[in-house]
């Protein structure tokens, strides 16, 4: 959605449920749910080896030290494996260990390990994550992947936190790109890049069942199971259930904003050479969520309350193929088909999204490197407002189509000690036609695991759907209608960067980053003109900024069982609005954010994990309610488990626990009313077999 626009809603003054038919959402409950009953029932066939497959793995990831957490591979900087260490980039990567160790309940929270990235929760079922700036509930700067499928919604741009779920033990690893990710994975990575990697069939072989609840988690079951099918060909089935009660309003009234989900899937991998890799994975959904939302409409002199039940579900296929050619080269073809419809009071969006892609990548060279692919992406969504009169779209249904490239170079100037690596992406989109994103990166080998960078990156943002169709009919005796705009152009920004990172000691490593990001044509809107039906305004390329800042994440190994993790950002923000232009500047980024987390191994089979947050203080202009302030808070979780085996971890986690209750964020954009999110406590098993 654009930054400022209003949303209306017709309401009565008194608070009322927007009830929609839940035949739908009772479908893929039970779809859930039988999931979980064939799992329960299926015949277990692993070897006693197999089965402690993911214990080893996790273990492995733990005892990793400092030099080798340099060594892990990851693929979301140039599409091919890289050591952390090697890339040029500011990379950061969440591990399964940190995962657990953390005591993250959905992917979104995990996020908030990683420097630079500002992951605020809104309600108990929705939250706000944006990388260097942006954040909202919708944030439409950056790239949020599962497994190389993109969760980017096209209606409102931006990602659904709620249904980018999975059973967080089968997660190997969060790959982040904090800054542009343009030159390779083309538009609408302004600010940064998340993928997230699930495990290899092969790793996940035996039984999991992971059970919780607590005060504010009010259930919790995870089951999943894995199997060798054949020769190098494994499967893995998981089913999930999750229900969250509600939190509480400013006021101390209940918020309304509990939820309830259901998910199911599979992941099968086979190689049937040493060479080729094939993977066929899938997802089915269903979310029933409450909110409350607080609106003022136009002429009104206050607020008033709306409660909605949203109804969303969905699914995916992905199949990916990937063969190693004698000389070297890699090539990679993947594709895939998601669905996905939520029912709202705001609107009914129903999406399907088609995509492949193809990547080749040169032999390994000492002096040369190079990478390319081609893809195309088709969108045919079905939208309407049945619930909400004021918001409609001037094309109930639309196609929209997507072909891109992409080229990259990497050349050895002086070998072991000064790389570039230059490139760029070439899209053409249905909004905006023409575009390309090109992007240059210089790598510099002091010595040993001491590696500095630079780079100059040009990314843009294209219009939404509701940037381009939208229309907002207020209904109120002000004549003022919104719409939107089929000239705009995209957004850009030049970034500019530069890092460090390296092993200070045996026992102490540190990657700094330091960015500069230069916004021009970002989309608000623009001057109230008058026309035939009366006032109206329009998105328009009206605003400009800036956002700067440093991010540190430093690692200290105490002795071989205590490790201290620090995560901060300091950013700053400008930004400027044509005077007289209606829309608001987007929500301040807190200054300050730091992330601390200790991790002690008190024995063999206990582990205490303390983890410190601070947050300071943001603005939030809201169109609706007017300035608001998110005051600054401190926040401590703790955890505690026990190993009585190897295969069994009992649990107890409490969150928040220096209040009893603080916001994070109130979103500006749909005039959602703050919640207090509250302190908690919850306990989990999980037993592996």
């Known amino acids: 959605m654009a ?52 214990d080893d793995f996790t273990e492995h990831l733990m005892s990793l030290s400092l030099e080798e957490l340099l060594d892990v591979h990851v693929e979301i900087a140039s599409r091919t494996p890289q050591k952390v260490g090697d890339i040029p980039a500011a990379v950061s990567v969440i591990t399964q260990a ?8 959905s992917i979104a929270e995990a996020l908030r390990m990683g420097p630079g990235v500002d992951a605020a929760q809104i309600s108990n079922n929705s939250w706000a994550v944006g990388i260097r700036g942006f954040n909202s509930y919708l944030v439409n700067k950056s790239l949020v992947m599962v497994d190389g499928r993109s969760a980017y919604a096209p209606l409102f ?42 495990k290899n069939a092969r790793d996940t072989q035996g039984t999991l069942v992971k059970a919780g609840y607590g005060s504010e988690l009010q259930g919790m079951l995870a089951l999943r199971h894995g199997v060798q099918v054949a020769e190098q060909a494994y499967l893995r089935v998981y089913g999930k259930y999750l229900n969250v009660d509600e939190s509480v309003l400013t006021n101390g009234q209940p918020a309304h904003d509990d939820s309830e989900s259901g998910k199911g899937g599979f992941r099968f991998d086979w190689e049937p050479t040493e060479l080729t ?23 009104a002199t206050g607020v008033v309350p709306v409660k909605d039940l949203m109804l969303i ?14 000389s070297g080269a890699r090539l990679s073809l993947q594709g895939y088909h998601d669905r996905s419809d939520r029912d709202t009071v705001m609107v009914h969006d129903l999406q399907n999204v088609t995509d492949f892609d193809f990547t080749l990548s040169g032999p390994d060279k000492l002096s040369h490197q190079w990478i390319g692919g081609l893809g195309y992406r088709q969108i045919y969504d079905s939208v309407a407002s049945p619930h909400a009169t004021t918001l409609n779209y001037v094309l109930p249904h639309r196609t929209t189509r997507l072909f891109s490239a992409f080229i990259q170079d990497t050349v050895a100037l002086i070998p072991d ?35 500095m960078w630079g780079s100059v990156t040009r990314a843009i943002r294209t219009p939404s759907r509701t940037d381009l169709d939208v229309t907002v009919d207020p209904g109120v005796p002000v004549p003022l209608l919104f719409h939107g705009n089929r000239d705009l152009e ?44 009366g006032m109206s ?11 700067y800042g440093i991010e540190l994440a430093p690692q200290l190994q105490l002795t071989d069982w205590w490790r201290l993790m620090v995560a901060y950002t300091l950013q700053f923000t400008d930004f400027e609005t044509p005077a007289g232009y209606l829309a608001t500047e987007p929500p301040e980024a807190p200054r300050h954010i730091l992330n601390l987390q200790s991790r002690l191994d008190v024995s063999d089979s206990v582990k205490w994990d303390v983890i410190g947050r601070f947050v300071d203080e943001r603005a939030i202009e809201s169109s609706r309610l007017g300035r608001i302030v998110i005051p600054s808070y401190w926040a401590l979780d703790v955890r505690l488990a026990w190993q009585p085996r190897p295969n069994l971890e009992l649990a107890i986690m409490g969150k928040n626990l220096l209040t009893p209750s603080h916001p994070e964020f109130s979103e500006p954009y749909v005039a959602i009313q703050s919640t207090e999110i509250q302190r908690s406590v919850y306990g989990t098993l999980a037993w592996n077999f």
């Open 3 to 54: 930054e400022g626009m209003p949303v209306t809603i017709n309401l009565s003054t008194k608070p009322t449920y927007v009830m929609r038919d839940v035949n739908n959402h009772s479908r893929w409950r039970r779809i859930a749910q039988v999931v979980i009953t064939l799992l329960c029932a299926y015949p277990l066939g692993a070897s006693e080896q197999e089965r402690l497959a993911d």
């Open 98 to 105: 940190d995962i657990q160790r953390s005591g993250a309940t």
């Open 157 to 198: 741009a931006g990602t659904y936190w709620d249904s980018v779920d999975m059973v967080l033990d089968d997660v190997e690893r969060i790959e982040i790109i904090r800054g542009p990710g343009a030159a390779v994975w083309g538009a609408n990575t302004m600010n940064g890049v998340v993928n997230i990697i699930s």
């Open 277 to 299: 890799q094939v993977t066929l994975q899938g997802d089915m959904y269903g979310l029933r969520e409450r909110n409350e939302f607080y609106v003022k409409p136009v002429g």
């Open 313 to 326: 579900q969905g699914g995916n296929l992905l199949g990916r193929v990937t063969h190693e050619l004698e």
């Open 417 to 451: 000690k000064w790389q570039l690596m230059v490139g760029s992406k070439f899209e053409h989109n249905s909004y905006t036609h023409f575009e390309f994103q090109p992007g240059a990166r210089l790598q510099f080998n002091v010595s040993g695991d001491h590696m």
């Open 490 to 533: 995209a957004e850009t920004m030049f970034a500019y960067e530069l890092g460090y990172r390296g092993n200070l000691r045996s026992c102490l490593s540190m990657d700094v980053a330091f960015f500069f990001n230069d916004y021009d044509r970002l989309i608000t809107t623009g001057f109230p003109m008058m026309s035939s039906t």
């Open 537 to 547: 305004a329009g998105f328009v390329n009206g605003m400009e900024g800036e956002t």
